[in-house]
């Protein structure tokens, strides 16, 4: 029984606040969590936190922004009923695949430009502002400024000639009876549209001119237009509600420990992989680990390193400028699975495309058996049936988020607990002990 804690359940994964309480021998705290009839959350705590360690436990699953906004709301509960410290245990982190930095297959926020190839700038992009050995752009985007402004003044001195031989009064506004009379609009919507064409005419003829061809418009090129930076901005949201401390499991992308401003803890779910490829699958010194893609290479080798395991790679030959052209990116094996069982490792399946594609090619490399070992099973949309449909024979996947409805769909599923790693970790944080023993692979 640990003292001065409380374990607060979100509605994401009550199965999963169930087990880390019974490991911590400590009950659920009792808290309502509802929503109004027009679709506002409603969190009301029902018994007191004051002094106390608070651990509000919420998965990035299933509705992710009604999950998160509940979990901004119970955190700022908390601190409002003077809790001493307030840490949000995610095990999937919401929003963790959109960095501060969003890209796009094509290299955004830098955009190439229209024209060739340009030494001063190696990248292929030209900022916005003028460059120090450039000289500044002209006043109009399409190069006509010095030639507009000319043509403009000769007009002026052309009409002052004119209005001096004429008589003073405007063509514009004649005279009946020695009153002057003023023009009807459309006359006067005539006559500017005909001087404007004379300007234009002018400008034509100055640019025609002066270099023997027209001008062509080029765009300048430079940055994109805004994206939204959802990594600072969660940070962000969660700092500012009263979170003091945040445990969370195998981010997407490692740089969100440096948007927080508070202590992150990103435990890992390898050890749990690892353990189940030593006593789950036969023969697995003869076996391969694959990373489906380049980024999930380090994670991989990590798990092979330390099992003695060799190691195979698949990478997309050529990188898909769409979203939609993925399907049609080629991909190519580095390494050999011909005879052996090849052993997937990825830290997230969504729709279950990287790594059923993955699976086709290994299997069409010779190997004998396909697992796939990944620790968030979102497995949203038609995953289920990509998967039963798929050369994989058999899907492991952990349970930070629920997987029951998955598993009686899925045959080849099965679940990892992981309910006693974040009880562990609570417990070292709540006591002040080192959870480095948490980080270790042996």
């Given at each position: 029984?640990?003292?001065?804690?409380?374990?607060?359940?979100?509605?994401?994964?009550?199965?999963?606040?169930?087990?880390?309480?019974?490991?911590?021998?400590?009950?659920?705290?009792?808290?309502?969590?509802?929503?109004?009839?027009?679709?506002?959350?409603?969190?009301?705590?029902?018994?007191?936190?004051?002094?106390?360690?608070?651990?509000?436990?919420?998965?990035?699953?299933?509705?992710?922004?009604?999950?998160?906004?509940?979990?901004?709301?119970?955190?700022?509960?908390?601190?409002?009923?003077?809790?001493?410290?307030?840490?949000?245990?995610?095990?999937?982190?919401?929003?963790?695949?959109?960095?501060?930095?969003?890209?796009?297959?094509?290299?955004?926020?830098?955009?190439?430009?229209?024209?060739?190839?340009?030494?001063?700038?190696?990248?292929?992009?030209?900022?916005?502002?003028?460059?120090?050995?450039?000289?500044?752009?002209?006043?109009?985007?399409?190069?006509?400024?010095?030639?507009?402004?000319?043509?403009?003044?000769?007009v002026q001195l052309d009409g002052s000639k004119d209005s001096n031989n004429a008589s003073p009064v405007s063509p514009h506004h004649p005279q009946v009876n020695g009153v002057r009379k003023r023009s009807n609009t459309l006359e006067s919507n005539k006559s500017t549209i005909t001087d404007?064409?004379?300007?234009?005419?002018?400008?034509?003829?100055?640019?025609?001119?002066?270099?023997?061809?027209?001008?062509?418009?080029?765009?300048?090129?430079?940055?994109?237009?805004?994206?939204?930076?959802?990594?600072?901005?969660?940070?962000?949201?969660?700092?500012?509600?009263?979170?003091?401390?945040?445990?969370?499991?195998?981010?997407?992308?490692?740089?969100?420990?440096?948007?927080?401003?508070?202590?992150?803890?990103?435990?890992?779910?390898?050890?749990?992989?690892?353990?189940?490829?030593?006593?789950?699958?036969?023969?697995?010194?003869?076996?391969?680990?694959?990373?489906?893609?380049?980024?999930?290479?380090?994670?991989?080798?990590?798990?092979?390193?330390?099992?003695?395991?060799?190691?195979?790679?698949?990478?997309?030959?050529?990188?898909?400028?769409?979203?939609?052209?993925?399907?049609?990116?080629?991909?190519?094996?580095?390494?050999?699975?011909?005879?052996?069982?090849?052993?997937?490792?990825?830290?997230?399946?969504?729709?279950?495309?990287?790594?059923?594609?993955?699976?086709?090619?290994?299997?069409?490399?010779?190997?004998?058996?396909?697992?796939?070992?990944?620790?968030?099973?979102?497995?949203?949309?038609?995953?289920?049936?990509?998967?039963?449909?798929?050369?994989?024979?058999?899907?492991?996947?952990?349970?930070?988020?629920?997987?029951?409805?998955?598993?009686?769909?899925?045959?080849?599923?099965?679940v990892l607990e992981i309910g006693a790693v974040f009880a562990e970790a609570i417990r070292r944080v709540h006591h002040g002990e080192s959870i480095s023993v948490l980080f270790q692979y042996d």
């Open positions: 029984m640990v003292r001065n804690l409380v374990v607060l359940g979100g509605s994401s994964h009550p199965q999963l606040v169930q087990t880390i309480c019974n490991h911590l021998g400590v009950p659920p705290a009792n808290v309502l969590l509802s929503k109004f009839s027009v679709g506002e959350t409603r969190v009301e705590i029902k018994e007191s936190v004051r002094g106390k360690d608070v651990y509000i436990i919420q998965s990035g699953c299933g509705k992710v922004n009604d999950n998160f906004m509940e979990l901004l709301i119970a955190i700022s509960a908390c601190k409002t009923a003077s809790a001493k410290q307030v840490t949000a245990v995610l095990p999937l982190f919401p929003y963790s695949r959109q960095s501060d930095i969003p890209y796009n297959k094509t290299g955004a926020p830098l955009s190439k430009t229209s024209g060739g190839y340009r030494p001063d700038f190696p990248c292929e992009t030209a900022p916005q502002t003028p460059h120090p050995d450039l000289k500044p752009s002209p006043g109009l985007t399409n190069g006509n400024g010095d030639q507009l402004h000319k043509s403009l003044s000769k404007n064409q004379k300007v234009g005419s002018t400008v034509s003829l100055t640019n025609s001119s002066d270099n023997g061809k027209k001008e062509i418009f080029h765009p300048q090129p430079g940055y994109k237009q805004w994206v939204a930076q959802a990594g600072t901005l969660v940070a962000d949201l969660l700092t500012c509600a009263g979170a003091d401390h945040v445990i969370t499991m195998d981010l997407h992308d490692a740089q969100y420990q440096g948007f927080f401003d508070i202590p992150v803890d990103n435990l890992y779910g390898k050890p749990l992989l690892k353990k189940y490829i030593q006593y789950s699958i036969p023969d697995y010194k003869n076996a391969v680990v694959v990373s489906p893609d380049a980024g999930g290479a380090k994670r991989a080798t990590a798990i092979a390193d330390s099992l003695g395991m060799p190691f195979a790679l698949i990478h997309k030959e050529r990188r898909p400028t769409k979203i939609t052209d993925r399907q049609n990116a080629t991909m190519m094996l580095v390494g050999d699975v011909r005879g052996r069982t090849a052993i997937l490792i990825d830290d997230l399946a969504d729709t279950s495309n990287t790594i059923t594609r993955a699976a086709r090619l290994v299997k069409k490399e010779g190997a004998d058996k396909v697992y796939a070992l990944i620790t968030h099973g979102i497995l949203s949309g038609n995953a289920i049936e990509r998967i039963n449909a798929s050369d994989l024979d058999k899907v492991v996947v952990t349970n930070s988020v629920p997987q029951d409805e998955h598993r009686q769909r899925c045959p080849k599923l099965e």
